[in-house]
């Protein structure tokens, strides 16, 4: 008698091996867990990873009825690898992600992008000057003080003030034409 050390075959395709709902719901409960973390591990956001949880479970229990699922030899292995072709789906094409919010997003709005570029190029160009010249921008260009009260707060004259501002103007704008 011959032996063969080949796999088990997968089930005949009969009507009655489909997966019960229930069965499903009950093997898919139990890897959930695992799969969570897997998928947080990847994503790095629990909303993220429970959004392609459920899009697992709603690609899964569609195959479940056509018996896909019950021909599978290692069950979690399977549901990984659906999983990660959601997510390797939502990454190479991200206009199909669905994104959620409660209102609206301004006209032009960028995610903050711009307002970052800005306070990055602006710090960039304050580092540049002088202590007083930083100083006398920061307080009378960004803060909005007079060059009076922006003297009082430094401990100089209004003059003083008025000039180490013109140069650190100057200078960032030279700074900024090259």
Not at 124 to 149: F, N, P, Q, R, Y
Request: some cysteine; hydrophobic content about 35%; overall charge positive.
């Amino acid at each position: 008698m011959h032996h063969s050390h080949a796999t088990c075959p997968p089930p005949p395709r009969e009507a009655d091996n489909r997966m019960s709902p229930g069965d499903f719901d009950a093997s898919f409960t139990a890897d959930m867990p695992r799969l969570r973390r897997r998928l947080l591990a990847l994503t790095g956001n629990p909303h993220d990873a429970d959004d392609l949880l459920q899009e697992t479970y709603l690609r899964l229990s569609r195959r479940a009825r056509s018996q896909n699922l019950t021909r599978q030899q290692h069950p979690y292995a399977y549901t990984c690898a659906v999983a990660l072709n959601l997510l390797r789906d939502s990454w190479q094409h991200p206009s199909r992600r669905e994104r959620t919010t409660d209102r609206l997003p301004e006209a032009g709005w960028d995610g903050g992008l711009d307002s970052y570029e800005a306070s990055a190029t602006a710090l960039a160009l304050l580092s540049m000057l002088s202590e007083k010249e930083a100083a006398a921008v920061i307080l009378v260009d960004l803060e909005g003080l007079t060059h009076d009260t922006a003297g009082e707060r430094l401990g100089a004259h209004r003059g003083t003030v008025q000039r180490n501002r013109l140069r650190g103007l100057a200078k960032m704008r030279a700074a900024l034409h090259h």
